[in-house]
């Protein structure tokens, strides 16, 4: 075997990609309102640097980015865990999941 996978894809296939998982979870927490698409827009854009940094580690034979992409996925796995059980409270009182609603529970 000559060498990774970096040397059939090139880096900017995954720039791309990245860059274009990233704006779609951008526009999903700006314009939707339901706060378990925001949830899951905001876990995309976790995605997408998690595999530019495992590309970037990839490129460069260093390890640092891939371990870091794996501290990153503990810390989204207990922030869904966390997050998720706060949704499935709140729709249980309130029965509605709308941010725009939610940010009169300030009050």
């Given amino acids: 075997m000559t060498g ?5 894809i090139h880096i900017n296939n995954y720039l791309i990609l990245a860059s274009f998982l990233f704006s779609v979870g951008v526009m999903g927490v ?16 976790l995605n997408a640097v998690n595999l530019l940094l495992v590309a970037f580690s990839t490129m460069h034979s260093d390890p ?4 870091m992409v794996f ?3 503990a ?9 998720l059980a706060i949704l499935v409270m709140i729709y249980r009182n309130i029965g509605n999941t709308d941010i725009n ?4 529970l300030k009050g």
């Avoid at 640092?64 to 371990?67: E, H, N, P």
């Avoid at 810390?75 to 997050?83: I, L, T």
């Avoid at 609603?101 to 009169?104: A, Q, R």
């Fill in 101 to 104: 609603f939610l940010d009169k």
């Fill in 64 to 67: 640092g980015g891939q371990v």
């Fill in 4 to 8: 990774s996978i970096l040397d059939t």
């Fill in 30 to 45: 700006l314009f939707r309102r339901n706060a378990i698409i925001v949830f899951m827009c905001i876990e995309l854009m």
């Fill in 71 to 73: 501290f990153i996925m």
């Fill in 75 to 83: 810390v989204a796995a207990a922030e869904v865990a966390v997050g």
